[in-house]
């Protein structure tokens, strides 16, 4: 059974950082775009952060020059580094993978546990 494991959130101060991280465990292949959401109490699901097979990035707005997506296809784990964390930033963040290969065939749209992120003033 495929599953996405995801660690690091906590409680930081603004201005602090974190690391998330995201295991895919599993028989897996291949695996294609992975990512970052997050959901904060009362909104609804958004992206963070996506980086492909071929680590081509794209970051939200809101994040951009602050987070860091990396992947290492070798360990089927993606990483967000978050620095200069604000606030708004709060919420549980999931980690995603658009499509994979498995030893019981392709599945899509694989989503993790999530992970709180607290940010206090």
């Known amino acids: 059974q495929v599953q996405l494991v995801e660690s690091g959130g906590g409680l930081v101060q603004a201005g602090g950082s974190l690391t998330l991280s995201c295991k895919a465990s599993?028989?897996?292949?291949?695996?294609?775009?992975m990512g970052w959401y997050r959901q904060a109490p009362g909104k609804q699901r958004e992206l963070v952060a996506t980086i492909t097979n071929g680590d081509y990035r794209n970051y939200a707005d809101a994040v951009k020059g602050r987070f860091t997506i990396s992947r290492d296809n070798g360990e089927k784990t993606v990483h967000l580094q978050m620095n200069s964390l604000k606030p708004e930033d709060t919420a549980v963040y999931y980690c995603?993978?658009?499509?994979?290969?498995?030893?019981?065939?392709?599945?899509?749209?694989?989503w993790g546990q999530g992970t709180q992120v607290t940010v206090s003033p």
């Open positions: 599993g028989i897996i292949f291949t695996i294609g775009d």
């Open positions: 995603n993978i658009d499509r994979m290969t498995t030893h019981r065939g392709p599945q899509y749209n694989i």
